[in-house]
C-alpha cells in the first residue's frame, strides 16, 4: 500500500497522553490556515467555495468554516438538516438518488438542489417551485481518476449524466451544471477535464446561471498550482459569464487532525504483531477501501517494522507495517497523521469495537476541549 503523506505540523510538540485512546485530535489552527488559503482563492478569483460535509463534518468548528466560506454542500436529507442546524451560507444538495419521501424537507432546506438525471428531475417536479434552484450533475465522460473505483468517469459510472446524451431539453428548469470527477488531485487534471468538456456544453451556457466544478481539489497542498487555478477561474467566469463554485472537503481539514492510538498487545509471527486500539475496519475504513498506508507522528527511519492491527476479528483489519516512534510495548501511544477527513465521517461500531473520542486543540493557545465522548450505548442503540 502506498503511504499517504501527512505533514506532522503542531502536532509534532502534542503531548498524546492528554486525551484517552483511541481519539481524533483536531487543531482549530490548522483549520483556519486551511479555510484562509481557500477565502483568499474565493476572494480572488471571484468564484464561490462550499465546503463538502461529506468529507468534514464536525459542526463544533460550523461557525470558523462561516467565517471563511460561502456555505456547504451536503449529500442527502441528514446532512442537509445539520447544515440548516449548524452552518450558515449556501446549502447546495446532491444525492445520486433521492427518495420521495425527503424531497419536500430537502427544497425547504437547500438553495440548490442538485439531481444526478433528468429522470430524477422529471420525477420530483412537483416538489420544486420558482425559487428552487436546480442543478443537473453531468458525467463528462473524461476519466482523470488515479484509482478506478474511486473516479467518476470510469465506464459504467452511476454519478452524473453522460454529457454525450445531453440535450437542450434536458436544461428546462435547470439553473447550472455540476460535475465532480478529481479526487486528491492538483490543477492540471481540472483544467484537462474542461477542456475537454467546454466544447460539449457550451451550447447550453446561454440557459444556466451557474457550473459548480464539485470536489477533490487539493487547493490547500503546499505544492497546488493556486495561482494557475485564480487565473482559470477568472477566465471561466469571464468567458461563459457564469457563476463557478468549487466544493472542497478534504482541502478544509488536510493535515489538521490526528488519530491516537495505544498499543494493546506484542507477540512474533514472522514479524512483530501489534494488536492496537485502532481499527482500519472502524475508525479508518479507507485504509482498506482505497487501500493506502497512513502517516504515522514520528516514525522512525530505521529499526525493526511491526505490523499494526486492530482488536477487530477480521482477519483483515490491517494498519500496515511502521517503526515506532517509542518503545513498542503496551501501553505505548502513538497517533497516525491527516485524519480530520473522512476517517471521522466513516467511523462504525463493527464487532462493538468501541468509537475513537473526538478532541479540538488550538495549536496556539495549548487549549484542548473534549467534543465528544462515546460510551457503548452507541453501539446498543442502532441494533434496537
Known amino acids: 500500500m502506498e503511504t499517504k503523506a501527512g505533514d506532522p505540523g503542531a502536532f ?4 498524546l497522553n492528554r486525551v484517552p485512546s483511541p481519539a481524533f485530535v483536531v487543531d482549530e489552527m490548522a483549520i483556519r490556515r486551511n479555510l ?3 477565502a483568499d482563492v474565493k476572494a480572488r478569483s471571484g468564484a464561490k467555495i462550499l465546503a463538502a460535509m461529506k468529507a468534514f463534518s464536525m459542526w463544533e468548528l460550523a461557525p470558523v468554516i462561516g467565517e471563511y466560506l460561502d456555505g456547504v454542500c451536503t449529500s442527502g436529507l441528514w446532512e442537509a438538516r445539520l447544515a440548516s442546524e449548524k452552518y450558515r451560507g449556501e446549502i447546495a444538495t446532491y444525492c445520486a438518488g433521492y427518495k420521495e419521501a425527503d424531497m419536500a424537507e430537502i427544497v425547504g432546506i437547500s438553495d440548490h438542489v442538485i439531481f444526478n438525471s433528468p429522470t430524477q428531475h422529471r420525477r420530483f417536479a412537483s416538489f420544486l417551485n420558482d425559487s428552487t434552484d436546480v442543478g443537473l450533475r453531468i458525467n463528462p465522460e473524461h476519466a482523470e481518476g488515479e484509482v478506478a473505483k474511486y473516479d467518476p468517469c470510469s465506464p459504467g459510472s452511476r454519478l452524473g449524466f453522460p454529457v454525450s446524451q445531453l440535450r437542450a431539453e434536458h436544461l428546462e428548469g435547470v439553473s447550472g451544471l455540476h460535475f465532480h470527477t478529481l479526487c486528491e488531485q492538483d490543477f492540471a487534471p481540472l483544467k484537462r477535464t474542461w477542456d475537454a468538456l467546454k466544447p460539449k456544453i457550451a451550447p447550453y451556457f446561454s440557459q444556466i446561471k451557474w457550473l459548480n466544478f464539485g470536489g477533490g481539489h ?9 495561482e494557475e487555478l485564480i487565473s482559470f477561474l477568472q477566465s471561466v467566469r469571464a468567458e461563459t459569464g457564469l457563476d463557478v463554485y468549487l466544493e472542497p472537503g478534504e482541502a478544509i ?8 492510538g495505544e498499543l494493546l498487545d506484542m507477540f512474533e509471527n514472522g514479524i512483530g504483531v501489534g494488536i492496537t486500539d485502532i481499527s482500519a475496519t472502524c475508525h479508518m475504513p479507507d485504509v482498506i477501501e482505497a487501500p493506502y498506508r497512513p502517516a504515522m507522528l514520528g516514525e522512525r527511519d530505521d529499526g525493526p517494522a511491526i505490523r499494526l492491527g486492530g482488536p477487530s476479528c477480521l482477519a483483515g483489519d490491517i494498519i500496515g507495517d511502521y517503526r515506532l516512534p517509542v518503545s513498542a510495548e503496551p501501553g505505548a501511544r502513538f497517533a497516525f497523521l491527516d485524519q480530520a477527513h473522512y476517517s471521522m465521517v466513516k467511523t462504525n461500531t463493527f464487532n462493538g ?3 475513537p473520542s473526538i478532541w479540538l486543540w488550538n495549536s496556539a ?8 465522548q462515546f460510551d457503548w450505548t452507541e453501539f446498543r442503540d442502532r441494533l434496537s
Open 12 to 15: 509534532a510538540r502534542f503531548d
Open 253 to 260: 481539514a488536510l493535515d489538521a487532525g490526528i488519530l491516537v
Open 353 to 355: 469495537v468501541p468509537l
Open 36 to 38: 484562509a488559503i481557500l
Open 365 to 372: 493557545t495549548d487549549e484542548l476541549k473534549c467534543v465528544k
Open 218 to 226: 487539493h487547493i490547500t497542498r503546499a505544492d497546488y498550482q493556486r
